[in-house]
């Protein structure tokens, strides 16, 4: 059973920037394509950002777009995402997970997921 582990949330002032990363337990993380969601106090869980198994493709929610970047490094079963200029409506429990296949895809359920970290912007 693979176990998602999310780290480096916190309280930045808006502008301020944030690393967060997902380490995985298990040595087929590279053979699993991850994604960052987020959920923001009373709304559901949004996609934030995808990147597939070998990490040459990656995809974002426009509102991201520009200042967050998704990163992967299989040697280390860790993902990142490297959030920049965030911004209050950036608040949120940031949760990874993964589908054990190449690409991710929004439409289909996780395999995995992690126990989430909060990230706060404050104005």
């Known amino acids: 059973q693979e176990q998602l582990v999310e780290s480096g949330g916190g309280l930045v002032q808006t502008g301020g920037s944030l690393r967060l990363s997902c380490a995985a337990s298990?040595?087929?993380?590279?053979?699993?394509?991850m994604g960052w969601f987020r959920q923001a106090p009373g709304k559901e869980r949004e996609f934030v950002a995808t990147?597939?198994?070998?990490?040459?493709?990656?995809n974002y929610v426009d509102s991201v777009k520009g200042r967050f970047t998704i990163s992967r490094d299989n040697a280390k079963n860790t993902m990142y995402l490297q959030m920049n200029s965030l911004k209050p409506e950036d608040t949120a429990v940031y949760y990874c997970?993964?589908?054990?296949?190449?690409?991710?895809?929004?439409?289909?359920?996780?395999?995995?997921w992690g126990q989430g970290t909060q990230v706060t912007v404050s104005s």
């Open positions: 298990e040595r087929r993380f590279s053979t699993y394509a």
């Open positions: 997970a993964a589908q054990r296949k190449r690409y991710y895809s929004i439409d289909d359920p996780a395999d995995y």
């Open positions: 990147i597939s198994w070998g990490g040459s493709y990656g």
